[in-house]
């Protein structure tokens, strides 16, 4: 009976499997495709279209990918669009990411900020850096766990940073915290505070 019972569910398994087909690691546009990435671990679209400043559902599109938050180490992207013939279009190198102090959880391609000096009650300097080159950044700013307000903008240069000093609106000097809030097209952001006493 149990011998019986193992080949039923054996041929339930390959009833129910043998039709399924399992990612290949090349995406479906790779073949016309000016240049590719072979996805790393801990990676995900957002991060690899911080790397070649692209979108990431921009990257989903281009890969045919149905959902975004699945894909696979070792799948080949297409980062650059695709290339319908001719000779394949010059590939942009990927910039750099910048590691800077001011962020205590280590190496990171995510958009960070971090203030290198505060003036209690008056003013902050803010650097921003792993930000997608050449979009303005909205620079929001509140008490700590009230709704941000946009104050300033900044300009994103080549390398993925700003340098802005910023002086408190007058409605926010007397706040024991200040929380700035960053965001750019694209719907890259990043958040930090700092003591104002």
């Known amino acids: 009976m149990r011998l019986r019972s193992l080949i039923i569910v054996s041929l339930t398994i390959v009833i129910l499997f043998g039709g399924m087909t399992f990612p290949s690691n090349k995406a479906a546009a790779q073949s016309t495709c000016a240049q590719t990435h072979t996805v790393a671990a801990g990676q995900n679209l957002f991060r690899i279209g911080l790397l070649y400043g692209v979108r990431f559902d921009t990257l989903q599109a281009w890969n045919n990918i149905p959902n975004a938050n699945l ?7 297409c980062v650059s669009g695709p290339w ?11 910039t750099a990411r910048i590691i800077y102090p001011g962020n205590p959880f280590g190496p990171t391609v995510d958009p960070r900020i971090y203030f290198p000096q505060a003036t209690i009650g008056e003013s902050f300097q803010l650097r921003g850096y792993n930000f997608p080159a050449g979009r303005t950044a909205t620079i929001s700013i509140a008490p700590l766990s009230n709704a941000y307000v946009p104050y300033y903008t900044a300009t994103v240069d080549a390398t993925g940073q700003f340098f802005v000093q910023v002086n408190l609106p007058p409605e926010l000097r007397g706040s024991g915290t200040i929380a700035v809030l960053v965001t750019t097209s694209g719907g890259y952001f990043a958040k930090n505070w700092y003591y104002n006493r």
């Open 84 to 94: 319908s013939g001719g000779a394949p279009a010059p590939s942009p190198i990927p």
């Open 71 to 77: 894909i696979y180490v070792g799948q080949v992207l």
